[in-house]
């Protein structure tokens, strides 16, 4: 085993803090990767902090992992030492059930081993996640990173890149949609930036007017700000799709209604409450109301190679991993633009 360098949380009250793991040594098919960034994910705040009610500890979070191979196994035929590579949020599945052949292994039948807060498939040994310095992975599950993408900005793209690509391809947007964008956080900058890579015409809702001028930046032709409940009547009907990455209380009636006829809203924001949905905003118009997560390993390689042809790449602030738990704040208080990378150099300087 390698014992390796770490940032963990003991229980959900404590703050993360160094913490020494073991990882295994490549097996055959395995790749050991020297990690040089970790995105943060809102979902790491609530893994590390119980919210879920499924979480185990220690736990060392962390599923936007970017680096460079140090090692493979004898059987490796996809990586060799120095390639730049990534690891999103899952390391592991059954291989074996239809979701899994189809190359969507995030829908497995028996559940995607998780990059951290799961077990592994044969050992039952707990994940941990890229808030450390090395990680061991099957090779069938790391992805090729694009060395014209900056590797630090790439991180965030192997979750919330991947969650906002992942509906937009399924159900087809295209060049000229109209394409609503609904909250401009970390899921949400990376929608706009990657629909108007397809060129759809996307416009920003969110409740701050201060973002607007971001929103046009990112890309967006256009802003609404829905603190005003005249843009819902104004713009009613006008939009081929709508990503809704909110997770906060919303009405999402109020969304269906500016869906054209056979428009599609995709939720990808998780309420703490369940949100009632009017079936008259769905009959009306023949509308679709849907859910997605992230893609499989084929469509989070065909994100990159997307994001890697058309200059995408995550808006992020850069933290050494001292400032994990202060990112974890700030990111509460929705203080960033748009998604923390922590430079685990940190760590081994820490080490």
């Known amino acids: 085993m390698l014992k390796t360098?770490?940032?963990?949380?003991?229980?959900?009250?404590?703050?993360?803090?160094?913490?020494?793991?073991?990882?295994?040594?490549?097996?055959?098919?395995?790749?050991?990767?020297?990690?040089?960034?970790?995105?943060?994910?809102?979902?790491?705040?609530?893994?590390?902090?119980?919210?879920?009610?499924?979480?185990?500890?220690?736990?060392?979070?962390?599923?936007?992992?970017?680096?460079?191979?140090?090692?493979?196994?004898?059987?490796?035929?996809?990586?060799?030492?120095?390639?730049?590579?990534?690891?999103?949020?899952?390391v592991d599945s059954c291989r074996e059930c239809a979701q899994c052949r189809a190359g969507e292994e995030q829908y497995c039948d028996?559940?995607?081993?998780?990059?951290?807060?799961?077990?592994?498939?044969?050992?039952?040994?707990?994940?941990?996640?890229?808030?450390?310095?090395?990680?061991?992975?099957?090779?069938?599950?790391?992805?090729?990173?694009?060395?014209?993408?900056?590797?630090?900005?790439?991180?965030?793209?192997?979750?919330a890149g991947i969650t906002t690509y992942s509906p937009l391809r399924h159900y087809g947007v295209k060049a000229g949609d109209a394409v609503a964008v609904v909250g401009l956080g970390g899921l949400g900058h990376m929608a706009v930036k990657l629909a108007a890579a397809m060129g759809a015409k996307v416009t920003v809702f969110s409740t701050s007017e201060s973002k607007r001028e971001a929103a046009l930046q990112l890309g967006a032709q256009a802003f609404a700000a829905t603190r005003d409940p005249a843009v819902f009547k104004t713009l009613a009907r006008s939009f081929d799709f709508v990503v809704d990455t909110v997770s906060g209380e919303h009405d999402y009636n109020a969304y269906l209604n500016l869906l054209k006829v056979d428009g599609t809203m995709v939720l990808l924001g998780i309420p703490e409450q369940p949100a009632p949905v009017a079936a008259g905003a769905l009959i009306a118009h023949r509308r679709r109301l849907a859910?997605?997560?992230?893609?499989?390993?084929?469509?989070?390689?065909?994100?990159?190679?997307?994001?890697?042809?058309?200059?995408v790449a995550s808006d992020i602030e850069l933290i050494g991993i001292d400032r994990v738990n202060e990112a974890y704040e700030r990111m509460l208080q929705g203080d960033v633009r748009y998604r923390f990378v922590i430079d685990i150099a940190s760590l081994r300087g820490a080490g």
Request: one cysteine or more; charged letters at 20%.
């Open 5 to 90: 360098a770490a940032f963990a949380a003991q229980s959900a009250r404590a703050p993360l803090g160094p913490f020494e793991i073991e990882r295994r040594e490549p097996g055959p098919t395995d790749v050991l990767i020297d990690i040089l960034y970790c995105g943060v994910c809102h979902s790491d705040i609530h893994q590390a902090r119980g919210e879920w009610g499924r979480s185990r500890f220690p736990m060392v979070p962390g599923h936007e992992i970017v680096g460079r191979v140090a090692q493979v196994g004898s059987a490796v035929d996809k990586f060799r030492t120095g390639d730049a590579v990534g690891v999103g949020c899952f």
């Open 110 to 159: 028996q559940g995607m081993t998780s990059t951290y807060n799961s077990t592994e498939r044969g050992s039952g040994a707990p994940t941990y996640g890229g808030y450390s310095t090395r990680i061991t992975v099957d090779q069938d599950y790391v992805l090729r990173m694009p060395e014209s993408i900056p590797l630090d900005r790439a991180a965030p793209l192997l979750c």
């Open 291 to 311: 859910g997605s997560m992230i893609g499989g390993i084929r469509e989070t390689q065909e994100m990159l190679d997307f994001c890697a042809e058309h200059g």
